[in-house]
């Protein structure tokens, strides 16, 4: 039965949270896309390096190791998103076509498939955070799996608005968020099953997803930002910028209260920390 449980959460948890962040971009922001570019860039900076990164950090891992990983991670990214480019070129290149760079939304913004690597990536992690707590108590692991969606709405809504920027049609960019929530449910597997091998890797999976978040924001969205040169246009950037952080802080600043720990990802670990053996069968009932 817990593991029933952990399924429909993770499932329930990344569902929703894209549901909603969907409708959302859908009924308000379609016609705003340059202008929330700026609010994608707060939220990606934000969850980088006031949640995903200091969570990888509050843990037994290696420092080095992790700042290793998440130079390794931007270094990826960059050379993925190039042979994307260069791909791109020579398939115009043989077609005959001249496009002009910028032409398309490619040149627009190529930062969508980096944003469901590390969207899955994230969300993986979170499977693996709800798993803990339903282990630990099944009403704390409702509690964890509705702040862990409440928390990701804000998220999906960027990477919502990344993936439009990039090229994706609005239901396309909806279906790839919806595929890419999917990855909590195998979090959850491997949390209920693994959790005591698998919860040494966390921190080395949150960082590669935090740099997946620092190349988009800083490489692909920001370029486009620095375009619009007067006041008029900058200082709406800032405003939705520090609305992006404030958006992510405030969410975390409820999910601290309710979870009673450092970080949502440290604290279904420190519940479970008096039975440090693996979790229970999964013929248990």
């Given at each position: 039965m817990?593991?029933t449980f952990?399924l429909?959460?993770t499932l329930a948890?990344g569902?929703?949270s894209?549901?909603v962040?969907?409708?959302?971009a859908?009924?308000?922001?379609a016609?705003?896309l ?11 900076l934000s969850v980088?390096?006031?949640?995903t990164l200091p969570?990888?950090?509050?843990s037994?891992a290696d420092t080095?190791?992790l700042?290793a990983?998440?130079l390794a991670?931007l270094?990826?990214f ?6 994307a480019?260069?791909?791109?070129n020579?398939?115009h290149?043989?077609d005959?076509?001249g496009h002009?760079p910028?032409?398309?939304a490619?040149?627009?913004?190529r930062?969508?498939m980096?944003?469901?690597v590390?969207?899955?990536?994230h ?9 803990a707590?339903?282990?630990a108590?099944p009403m ?8 862990i969606?409440a928390h ?5 809504l ?7 920027n990039?090229?994706f049609?609005r239901k ?7 595929l ?5 449910i195998a979090g959850g597997?491997v949390g209920?099953y ?8 966390v921190p080395?999976?949150l ?7 620092l ?6 969205l ?10 008029r246009?900058s200082l709406?950037?800032?405003?939705l910028?520090?609305a ?6 405030a969410?975390?600043?409820?999910f601290h209260?309710?979870a009673?720990?450092?970080e949502h ?5 420190a519940?479970t920390?008096a039975?440090p053996v693996s979790?229970p ?5």
């Amino acid at each position: 039965m817990t593991l029933t449980f952990i399924l429909l959460a993770t499932l329930a948890s990344g569902v929703l949270s894209v549901v909603v962040a969907g409708w959302l971009a859908f009924r308000y922001f379609a016609r705003f896309l340059h202008q929330m570019i700026s609010f994608s860039v707060g939220v990606m900076l934000s969850v980088a390096l006031l949640h995903t990164l200091p969570e990888a950090f509050d843990s037994e891992a290696d420092t080095r190791v992790l700042f290793a990983l998440l130079l390794a991670g931007l270094l990826g990214f960059f050379m993925l998103e190039k042979l994307a480019v260069l791909r791109h070129n020579h398939h115009h290149e043989h077609d005959g076509h001249g496009h002009p760079p910028g032409h398309d939304a490619h040149e627009a913004g190529r930062g969508g498939m980096a944003v469901l690597v590390g969207d899955g990536l994230h969300n993986f992690c979170d499977g693996i955070v709800i798993a803990a707590a339903f282990l630990a108590d099944p009403m704390l692991g409702v509690l964890t799996t509705l702040t862990i969606a409440a928390h990701e709405i804000p998220q999906e809504l960027g990477d919502f608005i990344v993936l439009v920027n990039a090229g994706f049609t609005r239901k396309k960019a909806l279906l790839f968020n919806v595929l890419s929530s999917m990855t909590a449910i195998a979090g959850g597997l491997v949390g209920y099953y693994l959790l005591a091998d698998s919860r040494q890797w966390v921190p080395y999976v949150l960082t590669l997803a935090a740099s997946s978040f620092l190349y988009i924001a800083v490489a692909d969205l920001m370029p486009q930002m620095q375009r619009r040169t007067t006041v008029r246009e900058s200082l709406p950037q800032f405003v939705l910028i520090a609305a992006g952080v404030l958006a992510i802080y405030a969410v975390n600043s409820v999910f601290h209260r309710h979870a009673h720990g450092p970080e949502h990802g440290q604290a279904a670990p420190a519940v479970t920390a008096a039975d440090p053996v693996s979790p229970p069968p999964p013929s248990a009932h």
